[in-house]
């Protein structure tokens, strides 16, 4: 006889596989690089990149509210409305509870929006990780660099007409179509990462150098603290401290660019560029 199919099974089944993805996904993306650095040196983990776990985050996501959803409502409706109309009128007595719940609520809520410890920490050390990955070496020499076609690459960010850099590029005995490709469809096409076509394109030359002159001189520059600032400048951080206060932006030498740039209702580049 035929098996009845039990679809109140499926979906539990269902719920812990997507539960299960959410949650290794979830940390997969809190240690991950920041896209500037995943795109171009092709970070992978466990054979996926960046964006897809991203992609996998997201419709998993999708897929448990859609499925917890359809859970309550097709199967447990009437004894999820049986519990709320027997209970409901008990629960709410527990004041003592209720109180302390909304009051957790508004410390993580508070904490998180004014960044303040210890979720402060928990972020940081996210900052941390995602940093670590970063090599020196394999610096774009823009942020997502890989979007830039070889048009635009040349003559700004490498001293080579367009035409010249792409014979260079078919004489290396790789594919390139025409000057109007991005360095990732390039490096698609010839199953190399961003950073390695860029060496090539780039002889006699490391991935991070002669690129001082057209972006700012510190990369991820909002997750730095304006004391690595200082350090990285050669500076006396309590002059950067006293620049900012002079244009009304209140700021420790440990606080990160971003988050007083936040403040202030800036981005962090016009911050650098008062420090500048």
Not at 192 to 215: F, R, W
């Amino acid at each position: 006889m035929k098996k009845k199919f039990f679809w109140k099974s499926f979906v539990s089944f269902s719920l812990v596989w997507s539960f299960l993805i959410i949650l290794i996904s979830g940390i997969v993306l809190y240690i991950a690089p920041p896209g500037r650095v995943s795109n171009w040196t092709n970070w992978m983990l466990f054979g996926f990149t960046k964006g897809q776990w991203q992609a996998m985050h997201t419709l998993f996501s999708l897929s448990f509210v859609i499925l917890s959803v359809f859970h309550l409502i097709v199967f447990n409706w009437k004894v999820f409305w049986f519990y709320i109309m027997t209970k409901t009128s008990g629960e709410l007595n527990k004041k003592k509870e209720l109180l302390i719940s909304l009051a957790l609520i508004v410390v993580v809520f508070t904490g998180t929006y004014f960044n303040i410890q210890p979720f402060k920490a928990v972020m940081d050390f996210g900052d941390w990780t995602t940093e670590s990955w970063e090599v020196k070496e394999e610096i774009a020499p823009i942020p997502h660099a890989e979007l830039l076609t070889i048009r635009e690459l040349s003559g700004r960010y490498i001293p080579m007409s367009a035409d010249s850099i792409l014979l260079m590029i078919k004489a290396k005995g790789l594919k390139a179509d025409s000057i109007g490709q991005t360095i990732q469809k390039i490096s698609e096409l010839n199953n190399i990462t961003p950073v390695k076509l860029y060496s090539i394109i780039t002889p006699g030359n490391k991935t991070g150098e002669n690129k001082a002159a057209h972006t700012p001189p510190i990369q991820g520059l909002g997750r730095k603290t304006f004391r690595e600032i200082a350090t990285e400048r050669g500076q006396d951080v309590n002059v950067i401290i006293e620049i900012l206060r002079k244009n009304n932006i209140q700021a420790t030498p440990e606080d990160k660019i971003k988050a007083v740039a936040e403040r202030a209702g800036m981005t962090p580049f016009d911050v650098w560029k008062l420090i500048e």
